[in-house]
């Protein structure tokens, strides 16, 4: 069974940083796209950034590009999620989703459960 785990999430004030970390396990990491998507309170989920199975790709939602950074290290299983200038907006649960195949453009088939990010001084 797929396993995505995410760590990293935390309180931190407008213009700080988060790094966010998925670790997967029980499939072949380096075959599979994936992607970061997040939850703010009282509101629907929102894909904010893929990156392909190689790591060569990348995408963003526009209005967070320049702020953030995805990467992965397929040596260690890794997705990653670099999060610069939070914003109070940027407050929401971040969960990383494996895609069908090696592009992020599509559907997700497996979640992990979330990290809390709050942003608020």
């Known amino acids: 069974e797929v396993q995505l785990v995410e760590s990293g999430g935390g309180l931190v004030q407008p213009g700080g940083s988060l790094r966010l970390s998925c670790a997967a396990s029980?499939?072949?990491?380096?075959?599979?796209?994936m992607s970061w998507v997040r939850q703010a309170p009282g509101k629907g989920l929102e894909w904010v950034s893929g990156i392909n199975n190689s790591g060569a790709r990348t995408g963003y939602t526009d209005s967070l590009k320049g702020r953030f950074t995805i990467s992965r290290d397929n040596t260690k299983n890794t997705l990653y999620l670099q999060m610069n200038n939070l914003k109070p907006e940027d407050t929401a649960v971040y969960y990383c989703?494996?895609?069908?195949?090696?592009?992020?453009?599509?559907?997700?088939?497996?979640w992990g459960q979330g990290t809390q990010v709050t942003v608020s001084s």
């Open positions: 029980e499939f072949t990491f380096s075959n599979y796209a």
């Open positions: 989703a494996k895609s069908l195949d090696g592009s992020y453009y599509g559907y997700f088939d497996s």
